[in-house]
């Protein structure tokens, strides 16, 4: 079944800074990629996804990547503020099957 | 539109004790899901369900039962509960398009004494 792998597990950035967090999957047949944003003590909600057609997607602050050939994603987010602390988690989802979440990414934005 | 509802929030249970995680989800999804997320730690699948009357083991099922009668409908039942199932329990649910979004229910938070 499918792998998903995600790094760093912890990031500090200063507020303004970039952050990326990077993703691997496992199962070539995996061809949507959404990412979850979970704060403490919420549900995960989705931040902004990808096709496997397409190989990069902004909206507004964030962006996602997609190498399909390499089997690796990203998220990056510009201009960091205080509310951008929270755990990530990359998610490969292929037709028909589950969605397969990463161990997450929890990204602390220092004032 | 409440999306997805889960019942109870919190539930402390004793050892031994049994009980059942309510979620209900009024967009007429046909996927339906039980995570269970452990402190500090990401989300693993209990089981799922791809429509009425079809459920199936997730990564990890064992202590753990489902049933799926109506669509709406995807009650999780733990049996003979152990401290091992202390967790917050999410339900989800996702259309069938492929880039359909997965909701997620608020959580119930459990403890097992």
């Known amino acids: 079944g499918e792998n998903v792998e995600q790094h760093p597990s912890t990031l500090s950035v200063q507020e303004g800074d970039s952050a990326v967090i990077k993703c691997t999957y496992s199962?070539?047949?995996?061809?949507?990629f959404p990412w979850y944003k979970q704060e403490l003590g919420k549900r995960p909600q989705l931040i902004i996804d990808?096709?496997?057609?397409?190989g990069e997607k902004k909206d507004q602050r964030i962006a996602v990547t997609l190498n399909k050939t390499a089997k690796h994603f990203s998220l990056h987010i510009t201009e960091t503020q205080p509310e951008d602390s929270a755990v990530y988690f990359c998610?490969?989802?292929?037709?028909?099957?589950?969605?397969?979440f990463g161990p997450g990414t929890r990204l602390s934005v220092l004032p | 539109n409440a999306g997805v509802t889960q019942t109870p929030k919190f539930r402390i249970l004793k050892i031994g004790q049994s009980m059942t995680l309510q979620c209900a989800q009024d967009m007429n999804h046909n996927y339906m899901y039980w995570y269970r997320q452990d402190p500090g730690m990401g989300l693993k699948l209990i089981y799922y369900s791809v429509g009425a009357g079809i459920t199936d083991k997730g990564e990890v099922p064992n202590g753990y039962n489902v049933s799926r009668s109506t669509t709406e409908d995807f009650p999780l039942r733990l049996e003979l509960a152990a401290p091992s199932q202390t967790s917050v329990y999410f339900c989800a649910s996702s259309s069938q398009s492929i880039t359909g979004e997965l909701f997620f229910g608020e959580g119930s938070r459990l403890t097992v004494l």
């Open positions: 199962d070539s047949a995996s061809n949507y």
């Open positions: 990808i096709r496997s057609n397409v």
């Open positions: 998610v490969a989802r292929g037709y028909g099957q589950n969605f397969v």
